[in-house]
């Protein structure tokens, strides 16, 4: 897909698009890309959700976009402020890879797992439908999402080229 309508979001962050455009990210190892979608107003949101929780948070200012249990709700906030009905929002998500083999079973170990399970969590607190979702494995992804047609492209250098 050639696109000169970008919007970017970038590590730990979050976006939101309306009528056109192609929200995308790259990076997504443990990181859970995340996207939610109202089709009848085409308001989308995307972000790139690094942690699952924000209470292991050390720095200064938090950043909201960066742990699963804050991105949400902002990301669905920022959408109702441009005219997204949560009641018509679905989600769509990608990552949340086992990157490296660890001999040691401890929870803090698998990151990406705990991204998606805390991801889905949220989702059930606001009862928010997931479409469709490419994570786990152990390789990275690239995803796009068309704010115009609701498809998710996510390209892997294993998997190759796949549409949600």
Do not use: W
């Amino acid at each position: 897909m050639i696109q000169d309508n970008f919007i970017k979001v970038g590590m730990a962050d979050l976006n939101v698009a309306h009528l056109t455009g192609v929200l995308k990210t790259t990076g997504l190892g443990s990181c859970v890309g995340l996207t939610l979608y109202d089709s009848k107003a085409h308001i989308a949101g995307m972000a790139h959700v690094m942690l699952p929780d924000s209470e292991i948070a050390r720095e200064g200012k938090l950043n909201i976009a960066k742990y699963a249990d804050t991105a949400i709700p902002e990301m669905i906030a920022k959408m109702q402020a441009m005219g997204a009905d949560i009641k018509r929002l679905e989600a769509k998500m990608a990552g949340g890879a086992q990157m490296f083999a660890f001999s040691s079973s401890s929870d803090t170990m698998r990151i990406g797992p705990r991204n998606v399970e805390s991801c889905k969590h949220m989702l059930k607190q606001y009862a928010i439908p997931i479409k469709a979702e490419d994570t786990g494995g152990n390789y990275g992804r690239t995803i796009e999402f068309n704010c115009e047609t609701g498809v998710l492209l996510i390209r892997s250098v294993l998997q190759g080229i796949k549409e949600l």
